[in-house]
C-alpha cells in the first residue's frame, strides 16, 4: 500500500512456468497488497508453479482467449479486490518488476493516473536484444500515433503498465479486442477520456523464453494499430462513433 492506496499486480501468463518464480521474487511484497496470476489456458505447468510460490489468487481459464481477453479478466479480478493501482505486469521477465514502486508512486502521488515502462527512452531496447524490425516497426508506428493522436509518447506498445483504479472504471476496455491490439486500444480510449501518460524509462530483456509475437502477427497487429488510431481520429472529428470510445 502507497498512500492508502491499495496495489495489486496483475500477470497475463501464457506457457509462463519457466520465468514465473524469478519474475515473483522481484516484485516488492512490503508494497504490493495483491498479486493476481490469470492462465489462459497454458500448456506447460504455469498454475501449479503460481500455486507453489505462493500467489494467492490464481485465475484459470478454460480455453484460450488471447492476451487481450487475459487483460481483461486481469483487470476485473482487480478491481473487484479492492485494486486502487493495478500494475501490469508480464510473467515472463522480459520488464524488472523493481520499477513497480516507481510506477505505483507516480499514481499514488496523484501526479498522473496511467504510467507506461517505456523501452524506448534511453537505449535499453537494441541492447536488449529487441530484434531490429521491431524497434523499427515500433519507430514508425509511433511517429504515425504521435502526429494523429496529438501527444509525445516515446512508444505505444510496451507491455508494462500501470493504472489508478478511476481510469480503468472509465474506460470501456471490454468493447476491445482480446488480441494484441488490445493494448493500443486502451491507450485510445485513454486519451479519448482527457487522461494524460507518464512514462519511465525501462530496460527490457528478449531471450529464448521471453514471450513475442512472429512476423506474420505482428504485421497484423501493426495494422490493427493504425486502425485504432484512423477510428480515434474518426470519432474526435464525430465523423463516426465507435463502442469502445464510450463509457461502459
Known amino acids: 500500500m502507497i498512500n492508502n492506496k491499495r496495489v495489486v499486480v496483475v500477470l497475463p501468463a501464457y506457457n509462463a512456468a519457466a520465468t514465473l518464480e524469478k519474475t515473483y521474487a522481484e516484485i516488492p511484497r512490503d508494497l504490493v497488497d495483491d498479486i493476481i496470476l ?32 487475459n487483460q481483461k479478466t486481469c483487470y476485473d479480478t482487480a478491481l473487484s479486490r479492492g485494486a486502487d493501482i493495478v500494475i ?71 507491455g508494462y503498465r500501470a ?24 491507450i485510445a480510449q485513454i486519451f479519448f477520456a482527457g487522461y494524460e501518460i507518464a512514462e519511465v524509462t525501462c530496460p ?9 509475437i512472429n512476423l506474420s502477427r505482428s504485421i497484423h497487429y501493426g495494422l490493427g494499430v493504425l486502425l485504432v488510431t484512423c477510428q480515434y481520429v474518426l470519432q474526435k472529428l464525430k465523423i463516426a462513433r465507435f463502442r469502445k470510445f464510450n463509457s461502459e
Not at 490469470?38 to 485465475?59: K, Y
Not at 514502486?101 to 541492447?127: C, D, E, K, N, T
Not at 489508478?164 to 493500443?184: G, P, T
Request: hydrophobic share 40%; proline share 4%.
Open 38 to 69: 490469470v492462465d489462459d489456458a497454458s500448456r506447460d505447468t504455469t498454475v501449479e508453479v503460481a500455486r507453489n510460490i505462493g500467489i494467492s489468487c490464481v485465475v484459470t481459464h478454460e480455453k484460450n482467449l488471447g492476451y487481450g481477453g
Open 88 to 158: 501490469m505486469l508480464h510473467p515472463d521477465y522480459q520488464y524488472t518488476p523493481k520499477l513497480i514502486p516507481a510506477m505505483a508512486s507516480i499514481i499514488a502521488g496523484g501526479i498522473y493516473p496511467v504510467v507506461f515502462g517505456s523501452r524506448i527512452l534511453g537505449i535499453g531496447a537494441l541492447r536488449g536484444g529487441m530484434p531490429h524490425y521491431k524497434f523499427l516497426a515500433n519507430r514508425v508506428l509511433t511517429l504515425v500515433q504521435n502526429t494523429l493522436l496529438r501527444r509525445k509518447l516515446s512508444e505505444y506498445h510496451t
Open 163 to 186: 493504472f489508478s483504479r478511476e481510469v480503468l472504471e472509465k474506460i470501456n476496455y471490454h468493447a476491445n479486442s482480446n488480441d494484441f491490439v488490445f493494448d493500443n486500444e486502451m
Open 204 to 212: 527490457t530483456k528478449y531471450f529464448e523464453e521471453a514471450s513475442s
